[in-house]
């Protein structure tokens, strides 16, 4: 949960695993940087609707790879990998097929873009709450924020402080909340108790995935877009 970098690696055996399972549940509250990569050989297609949401990236992707070496080389709180001091970047990277070439093209080609995602740790009605955060750019450029949160963090009658915070860091007049509670689902904030609640219609119809626990082929609703079984699993590990 310390760990000041975190690097998951999915291929398409991962999502069957219930430890993987667990440490993508883990992901979410942890307080270093959070890496998601996905194997060359599967397509994001494959990945499970309910992860979709994630910051799923190729593992194949350069400026990825150039990401991950310089926050590793960077952190003070790990010894420097002589390897990655190399200019060269890994061999295997030359080597990829062009399936999975195809798979990064059209991934990079895609909108909405997801900039940033992280584990986002406020205190607001309870300390050091952790909450999930993703950042998307839509096709005209608009930044649409968008925060987690699990029944252990604050309420959203609280919630003013941590939307005011995020509204003048990422220049916006709203952003778009995930709530526990039934009563609000997904609600869209814009500070001083303004809330437009059950609005997963807005981020759907922006291509945004949401949290799910119905297939993608159902509507998603507040009952649906959050807690699923995988999460559920973890947080009774995490508990004993």
Same mark, same amino acid.
């Given at each position: &949960?310390?760990?000041?970098?975190?690097?998951?690696?999915?291929?398409?055996?991962?999502?069957?695993?219930?430890?993987?399972l667990?440490?993508?549940?883990?992901?979410?509250?942890?307080?270093?940087?959070?890496?998601?990569?996905?194997?060359?050989?599967?397509?994001?297609?494959?990945?499970?609707a309910?992860?979709?949401? =994630?910051?799923? $990236?190729?593992?194949?992707?350069?400026?990825?790879?150039? @990401?991950? $070496?310089?926050?590793?080389?960077g952190?003070?709180?790990?010894?420097? !990998?002589?390897?990655?001091?190399? #200019?060269?970047?890994?061999c295997?990277?030359?080597?990829?097929?062009?399936?999975? !070439? &195809?798979?990064?093209?059209?991934?990079?080609?895609?909108?909405?873009?997801?900039?940033e995602?992280?584990?986002f740790?406020?205190?607001?009605?309870?300390?050091?709450? #952790?909450f @999930?955060?993703?950042?998307?750019? +839509? !096709?005209?450029?608009?930044?649409?924020?968008?925060?987690?949160?699990d029944?252990?963090q604050?309420?959203?009658?609280?919630?003013?402080?941590?939307?005011?915070?995020?509204k003048?860091?990422?220049?916006?007049?709203?952003?778009?909340? +995930?709530?526990p509670?039934?009563?609000?689902?997904?609600?869209?904030? #814009?500070g001083? @108790?303004? &809330?437009?609640?059950?609005?997963?219609?807005?981020?759907i119809? =922006?291509?945004?995935?949401?949290?799910?626990t119905?297939?993608?082929?159902?509507?998603?609703?507040?009952?649906?877009?959050?807690?699923?079984?995988?999460?559920? #699993?973890?947080a009774d590990?995490?508990?004993?």
């Open positions: &949960m310390d760990a000041p970098i975190i690097v998951l690696w999915a291929d398409q055996e991962y999502f069957k695993s219930l430890n993987c667990a440490e993508l549940g883990a992901s979410i509250a942890a307080r270093g940087e959070v890496y998601c990569l996905l194997s060359p050989e599967i397509s994001i297609d494959q990945v499970p309910e992860f979709q949401w =994630m910051s799923w $990236r190729y593992a194949h992707d350069p400026d990825l790879l150039e @990401g991950l $070496r310089s926050s590793i080389e952190s003070p709180d790990i010894d420097r !990998a002589l390897h990655l001091q190399e #200019a060269d970047r890994p295997w990277y030359e080597g990829i097929d062009g399936q999975a !070439a &195809m798979h990064l093209e059209e991934f990079q080609r895609a909108w909405p873009k997801l900039v995602h992280r584990p740790h406020f205190s607001a009605g309870r300390k050091n709450a #952790a @999930g955060l993703s950042v998307w750019i +839509l !096709a005209d450029q608009r930044v649409v924020p968008v925060v987690y949160a029944r252990d604050i309420s959203v009658l609280n919630s003013d402080a941590l939307v005011a915070y995020l003048q860091k990422y220049s916006v007049p709203e952003i778009y909340a +995930l709530w509670e039934e009563e609000t689902g997904v609600s869209a904030h #814009a001083d @108790g303004r &809330m437009r609640q059950h609005v997963q219609h807005e981020l119809a =922006m291509g945004i995935p949401l949290p799910q119905s297939p993608v082929a159902e509507l998603r609703t507040e009952k649906n877009y959050w807690a699923p079984g995988w999460f559920v #699993a973890w590990t995490a508990s004993t």
